[in-house]
């Protein structure tokens, strides 16, 4: 649907007034992201912020205030980003101890690296590393359930 010229200057005029949105979507009968993607075919801006918004406020200190109020959430979610990471290494390892074939706890199993070229530990590559460097790691490693592992360790190997 072609737009007026009526439009297309109201649209210019009140675009970059940072007018409220829902009153140009009803005033335009056009949805928000096509009067978007109109601003921008005609290189209009929006101001960053709402009215009222001092500019001596920087995006940086946002997310700092957004962090502070929110940190155990973001905490939790970073938490159950790195345990289902940790879940998925584990079951393409085959999700089960290679020496007893224990397989009833996840948490219960680590990765023990076959060789001694380590690069890293996996906890610890897992939580504050990329995933592509810790899929390297672990493609070194065989899975093991705490028990193997501790006894494994303490023959010496």
């Known amino acids: 649907m072609k737009w007026s010229k009526e439009e297309l200057q109201y649209l210019k005029n009140n675009y970059e007034k940072n007018e409220n949105m829902s009153e140009m979507t009803q005033r335009l009968h056009r949805t928000a992201r096509a009067i978007q ?13 709402k009215k009222g918004f001092s500019d001596a406020i920087s995006k940086k200190d946002i997310d700092k205030k957004y962090y502070s109020k929110n940190k155990q959430e973001i905490y939790k979610r970073k938490q159950t980003r790195i345990n289902n990471f940790r879940k998925e290494l584990k079951i393409m390892l085959g999700g089960k101890c290679s020496i007893c074939g224990y397989n009833k706890c996840f948490n219960a199993l680590d990765f023990h690296h076959k060789n001694g070229d380590k690069e890293g530990v996996m906890s610890k590559l897992t939580k504050d590393f990329s995933k592509e ?9 065989i899975l093991l359930c705490a028990n193997c592992h501790r006894e494994l360790h303490s023959m010496g190997s």
């Open 37 to 49: 993607h109109k601003g921008k075919r005609f290189n209009l801006s929006r101001p960053r912020f």
């Open 133 to 141: 460097k810790s899929l390297k790691e672990a493609r070194k490693c």
